[in-house]
């Protein structure tokens, strides 16, 4: 009877292992394939590429709205560079010092309605951008070391969607400030460049222009503004997309009523080779 008592318990020890090696295998595989799969897609999974701002106690700025967090404008530059150069994306967490996700989308949607995006003449009546989804990412960059970045150089990508249009904007993670955006019109186009606009970009990008005037290229498909500092610049370029009758987006699946549709893009930079005079 002990006889088959042990066979029993070895019987039984040998499955135990069994099941708990095929869990740790199929656990290895899946995390193999979604490691490829973000690297192919170039997005990066991990679990603390930013730090904590130690000092961002110390910079805070009160405003209308809350608690803003300063930066230098070397942090400033350095944070656009990183992010305007980057080849992928790291996702993660916020950390201490950088906006949550809900603040995020509500400076999104602050700012789409001062730019007059969420309604008026580019939305038509009633329709209103909703909120689609938000990330919260690093840029990549090649030869990335494991050291942690400051989390100035993170930003969040706040999608939204409407019945004319799409818009993307890009927030640092710090400052809570949109310093690109890409909005989308397939409907109530902006007829031409909307180079009034580029001043108040700069504005709530929580910048001040150099004074003059906005330079504007010959075709009159992009405006620009210098940054008082002379480090960075402001830029808004217009696109306007003509593919003919009843064509189809096809990112979007969005049939267009006049064949074309317009970019509209707002963006901090930093190196003014980027303009086309």
Same mark, same amino acid.
């Given at each position: 009877?002990?006889?088959?008592?042990?066979?029993?318990?070895?019987?039984?020890?040998?499955?135990?292992?069994?099941?708990?090696?095929?869990?740790?295998?199929?656990?290895?595989?899946?995390?193999?394939?979604?490691?490829?799969?973000?690297?192919?897609?170039?997005?990066?999974?991990?679990?603390?590429?930013?730090?904590?701002?130690?000092?961002?106690?110390?910079?805070?700025?009160?405003?209308?709205?809350?608690?803003?967090?300063?930066?230098?404008?070397?942090?400033?530059?350095?944070?656009?560079?990183?992010?305007?150069?980057?080849? #992928?994306?790291?996702?993660?967490?916020?950390?201490?010092?950088?906006?949550?996700?809900?603040?995020?989308?509500?400076? /999104?949607?602050?700012?789409?309605?001062?730019?007059?995006?969420?309604?008026?003449?580019?939305?038509?009546? /009633?329709?209103?951008?909703? $909120?689609?989804?938000?990330?919260? #990412?690093?840029? &990549?960059?090649?030869?990335?070391?494991?050291?942690?970045?400051?989390?100035?150089?993170?930003?969040?990508?706040?999608? $939204?969607?409407?019945?004319?249009? !799409?818009?993307?904007?890009?927030?640092?993670?710090?400052?809570?400030?949109?310093?690109?955006?890409?909005?989308?019109?397939?409907?109530?186009?902006?007829?031409?460049?909307?180079?009034?606009?580029?001043?108040?970009?700069?504005?709530?990008? /929580?910048?001040? &222009?150099?004074?003059? &005037?906005? #330079?504007?290229?010959?075709?009159?498909?992009?405006?620009?503004? &210098?940054?008082?500092?002379?480090?960075?610049?402001?830029?808004?370029?217009?696109?306007?997309?003509?593919?003919?009758?009843?064509?189809?987006?096809?990112?979007?699946?969005?049939?267009?009523?006049?064949?074309?549709?317009?970019?509209?893009?707002?963006?901090?930079?930093? !190196?003014?080779?980027?303009?086309?005079?």
């Amino acid at each position: 009877m002990k006889k088959t008592y042990k066979y029993t318990f070895l019987t039984l020890s040998l499955a135990l292992a069994f099941i708990f090696g095929s869990m740790a295998a199929t656990n290895l595989i899946l995390y193999i394939r979604e490691g490829r799969l973000l690297a192919e897609s170039g997005i990066v999974a991990a679990e603390f590429p930013v730090r904590p701002w130690q000092g961002w106690e110390n910079e805070r700025e009160k405003e209308d709205g809350g608690e803003r967090y300063s930066l230098t404008t070397g942090q400033v530059k350095d944070a656009v560079e990183s992010w305007n150069q980057r080849l #992928g994306e790291t996702l993660h967490d916020p950390v201490k010092g950088q906006v949550s996700m809900e603040e995020a989308v509500r400076e /999104g949607e602050e700012w789409l309605m001062a730019m007059g995006m969420e309604q008026g003449e580019a939305m038509g009546e /009633g329709a209103g951008l909703g $909120f689609v989804k938000a990330t919260l #990412g690093v840029g &990549a960059q090649k030869g990335n070391s494991r050291v942690p970045l400051e989390p100035y150089y993170s930003f969040w990508t706040v999608h $939204f969607s409407g019945s004319y249009m !799409d818009a993307v904007l890009y927030l640092n993670a710090v400052t809570g400030r949109v310093w690109r955006a890409e909005a989308t019109f397939y409907s109530n186009l902006p007829e031409g460049l909307p180079g009034e606009k580029l001043g108040r970009f700069v504005e709530m990008a /929580g910048m001040q &222009a150099a004074d003059g &005037a906005a #330079g504007i290229n010959e075709d009159k498909t992009q405006a620009y503004l &210098a940054i008082e500092d002379g480090l960075l610049y402001a830029r808004l370029d217009y696109q306007n997309v003509v593919l003919g009758d009843n064509a189809v987006v096809e990112h979007t699946s969005r049939k267009l009523p006049y064949g074309r549709y317009v970019v509209v893009t707002y963006e901090i930079f930093t !190196d003014p080779k980027n303009l086309q005079l």
